[in-house]
């Protein structure tokens, strides 16, 4: 199982759904511990009954029905699904409406949703998804990729209210996949994921989708840095390693 994990880290996102695939058929004893840990690019459904989509997890699924947030009614129709409490229901309601102005802020459109279940210490899971195709045929596209899309993946554990204050645990996914197809850069993919943790203890007072809601933005903000910097930053000096602008080359050719 560890060799299984650290292999799945070192794949990119674009092949994660087939690598998992082949690691299902071979160690079909830890198929739930395989895909209860790996990360794999988020997939969209629509909402039949409201006819919006909304995105597919590990978090909003029972048995092989997912459950959107906006008629959490099961697809394909379980009679059995888990659903969150009323009171939680309520909160994630809200939640989704508040993160798709977010989204829509801070991504310029793409998918978003918003699932919340109880947890076994009287708190609650909030899990935070944010798809956007950022594809020549994708929304909100710029025309310069042939292929790209970004899938964020926020999980808040609430521990139960002590006082005035909780804890808060984040952990934050991002995978990322790219891809150039023109006369001037040729055919160039960059692909990658990256995940941190955070954990906060904070007030109650102003609520916990304010809480929840700051840390993700501290995070997000965090990841993007550091995409920008490995990433493009580290993929950018090779680049001008290995292929020097023009210019820098004639400066470096010797006289003749």
């Known amino acids: 199982m560890e060799a299984a994990m650290g292999l799945m880290r070192r794949i990119p996102p674009k092949h994660t759904e087939t690598a998992l695939s082949a690691l ?37 699924r029972d048995a092989d029905s997912y459950r959107p947030p906006w008629s959490n009614k099961y697809h394909p129709p379980l009679e059995d ?34 699932y919340m279940w109880e947890d076994e210490n009287e708190g609650f899971v909030a899990c935070f998804l944010i798809k956007k195709d950022g594809s020549k045929t994708g929304q909100g596209r710029r025309g310069y990729l042939e292929e790209g899309a970004w899938d964020a993946i926020h999980v808040i554990e609430v521990g139960p209210e002590e006082e005035e204050d909780t ?16 006369e ?12 941190r943790q955070m954990s906060m203890r904070l007030s109650v007072a102003d609520g916990h989708l304010c809480n929840m809601g700051r840390m993700i933005e501290e995070m997000e903000s965090k990841l993007r840095n550091s995409l920008d910097q490995v990433y493009f930053g580290k993929t950018r000096e090779m680049v001008c390693t290995l292929r020097p602008p023009s210019e820098v080359a004639q400066m470096r050719m010797p006289e003749s």
């Open 24 to 60: 299902l058929s071979l160690m079909p004893n830890h198929s739930s511990d395989l895909l209860s840990q790996v990360d794999q690019p988020l997939q969209v459904l629509c909402d039949v009954d409201c006819g919006k989509e909304f995105i597919l997890c590990e978090y909003n």
């Open 81 to 114: 699904g888990s659903l969150p409490s009323s009171e939680l229901r309520k909160l994630e309601i809200e939640a989704n409406d508040i993160f798709a102005i977010y989204r829509d802020q801070y991504y310029e459109g793409g998918i978003s949703s918003v």
């Open 167 to 182: 804890n808060y645990r984040l952990t934050s996914t991002v995978m990322l996949t790219l891809t150039t197809n023109n």
């Open 184 to 195: 001037s850069s040729g055919t160039f993919s960059l692909s990658g994921s990256i995940r």
